[in-house]
């Protein structure tokens, strides 16, 4: 599921185009930087991705930090919500 910063939830359909890659990591309670070790994308070979990690009841919030888009400041999300058996 993906949640914009309006609260906004959507699902994600399966792509038929898939990009693979392997990553080291290191996280400090907050923070969790993977380090891109292999890629089918060149450009991101050996570069470190930044999230910022929280927990909000049942959910784990990974933000990576804000980027420019087309003119305005965006701040993406990745939500995993913890489901029950049941």
Not at 10 to 35: E, K, N, P, V, W
Not at 60 to 68: A, G, I, M, Q
Request: aromatic share 6%; proline share 6%.
């Amino acid at each position: 599921m993906a949640e914009n910063s309006s609260g906004n939830s959507r699902c994600l359909r399966a792509r038929t185009a898939r990009i693979a890659s392997a990553y080291t990591y290191t996280f400090d309670g907050q923070t969790l930087i993977t380090r891109v070790d292999a890629t089918a994308e060149p450009t991101r070979m050996g570069s470190d991705q930044l999230r910022h990690v929280s927990m909000a009841g049942e959910r784990l919030v990974f933000r990576p930090p804000p980027r420019p888009w087309k003119g305005l400041m965006q701040q993406r999300q990745l939500v995993w919500e913890k489901l029950h058996a049941g």
